[in-house]
């Protein structure tokens, strides 16, 4: 459904002269095959105005933050089904870190959007946020991803809305 639908968001965006409202990576991580949350979302970001590269299942660390440093993305999208991908979403919010997507340099730090079947707020919060020093947000349904994008890429509401989630 989702390969049938690209074609016609893509022909939308030539024939309205839309612009992009950002670049989203996704991908599902390493160790894990899950794919159809992560594909509805998305399409619903698509069909929204942002620009996604999924890099599809099983994507290792190195491959989605080279894809997000290639592409000059906003925001990195993980999704998991599996228990074993909660370990990798950590490993993949320290590898983060470490190579500065942080805002350590004074840019702004990319969010990293959680989501997932195993995935929950708390264990965000207490698992994967502690490991960036970035926006770490947890997206429980993909109706929800296009708020949360927009409110994190908001030069206007970005502060107020990673407050309200470290506060939550």
Do not use: W
């Not at 592409?71 to 490993?91: F, R, V, Y």
């Not at 020093?133 to 970005?158: F, H, K, N, W």
């Amino acid at each position: 459904a989702v390969a049938h639908l690209l074609p016609y968001i893509e022909a939308e965006k030539k024939r309205t002269g839309s612009t992009s409202k950002g670049k989203i990576i996704m991908a599902t991580v390493k160790g894990d095959v899950h794919d159809i949350g992560k594909n509805i979302v998305g399409v619903v970001l698509g069909c929204n105005g942002y620009d996604v590269v999924d890099l599809g299942v099983m994507v290792p660390v190195s491959k989605i933050l080279e894809a997000a440093k290639e592409h000059g993305a906003q925001a990195i999208g993980l999704s998991g089904l599996i228990t074993p991908s909660l370990e990798e979403m950590a490993n993949i919010a320290s590898e983060m870190q470490r190579q500065g997507f942080g805002g350590e340099d004074g840019s702004s730090p990319m969010p990293l959007l959680i989501g997932g079947a195993t995935t929950s707020r708390a264990h965000t919060a207490i698992k994967i946020a502690p490991n960036y020093a970035g926006p770490v947000v947890y997206v429980p349904e993909a109706s929800r991803a296009v708020g949360v994008v927009t409110q994190l890429l908001s030069i206007d509401m970005r502060q107020d809305f990673v407050d309200s989630v470290a506060a939550d």
